[in-house]
């Protein structure tokens, strides 16, 4: 399975929930969409550890089977149609969550998160984790 990870799946990875640690552990690739990655260092700088949360992501990353996906022309278009459909529902999600869900769609990943209302997003693939 070729899975993204959201912000909270990795948080729930790190304190080691089982259904992330297998879903991870198991990927064929495991993306980081750079918007997870930005949550994920403004978090760091937030709190006390961050060097020591800089390593963990930095060995995490730098793990063969892992890429970062980067923002691209292809994912404003991406981002523009799902900004207009949700609108369009009335049902408006953060806008760091359509950014993530335009990489996925983009690259084809399935998305790892608890966050349910990924679900709003037409053709997004996501995997519930536990919690």
Known sequence: MRLSVDTNAYRAYL????TCVELIQTASTLAFPAIVV???RAGFRNGTKI???????????ARRRVV??????ATSFIYASIWTDLRKKGSPIPTN???IAAQCLENDFTLLTRDSHFRHIAGL???PSAG
């Open 38 to 40: 930005g949550e994920l």
């Open 125 to 127: 693939s996501v995997m």
């Open 68 to 73: 970062v996906h980067d923002v691209t022309e």
């Open 15 to 18: 304190d080691g929930d089982p």
């Open 97 to 99: 969550d359509m950014w």
């Open 51 to 61: 060097s020591e949360n800089e390593e963990i992501l930095r060995q995490i990353l």
